[in-house]
């Protein structure tokens, strides 16, 4: 059975700093691409950060120099950390995690380097993250 859960979210002044961590159980961080989302009231969700199983990373074009995804695969863990935040970075923010199905399809690459949800199997349920 495998969980995502989600941690670190808050409420922050612009300029400020969080990291959001994503606890992995029933799932291996480094195996398949791993990446954050998040979504605003009235907005779509948006994919923020991609990191593959080779550890390359992908960012959107909105977040690119502020925002920096990683993982420890000794604690199972992936990060977000957040600097120089902004009110319109205000959303809930997702971890998300590629299967197993997933990850051998023709778009494998393509939705992990676009963090693109349709290549996502699997969710945490969110934290929140507030910048006034």
């Known amino acids: 059975h495998v969980q995502l859960v989600e941690s670190g979210g808050g409420s922050v002044q612009a300029g400020g700093s969080l990291r959001l961590s994503c606890a992995a159980s029933?799932?291996?961080?480094?195996?398949?691409?791993m990446g954050w989302f998040r979504q605003a009231p009235g907005k779509e969700r948006e994919g923020v950060a991609g990191i593959d199983s080779d550890g390359s990373t992908s960012y959107a074009d909105s977040v690119k120099g502020r925002f920096t995804i990683s993982q420890d695969n000794a604690k199972n863990t992936l990060y977000l950390q957040m600097n120089s935040l902004k009110p319109e970075d205000t959303a809930m923010y997702y971890c998300?995690?590629?299967?197993?199905?997933?990850?051998?399809?023709?778009?494998?690459?393509?939705?992990?380097?676009?963090?693109?949800?349709?290549?996502?199997?699997?969710w945490g349920q969110g934290t929140q993250v507030t910048v006034s």
């Open positions: 998300a995690a590629q299967n197993a199905y997933l990850s051998r399809i023709t778009w494998a690459g393509y939705y992990c380097k676009n963090v693109d949800a349709r290549g996502f199997g699997y």
């Open positions: 029933g799932y291996t961080v480094s195996r398949y691409c």
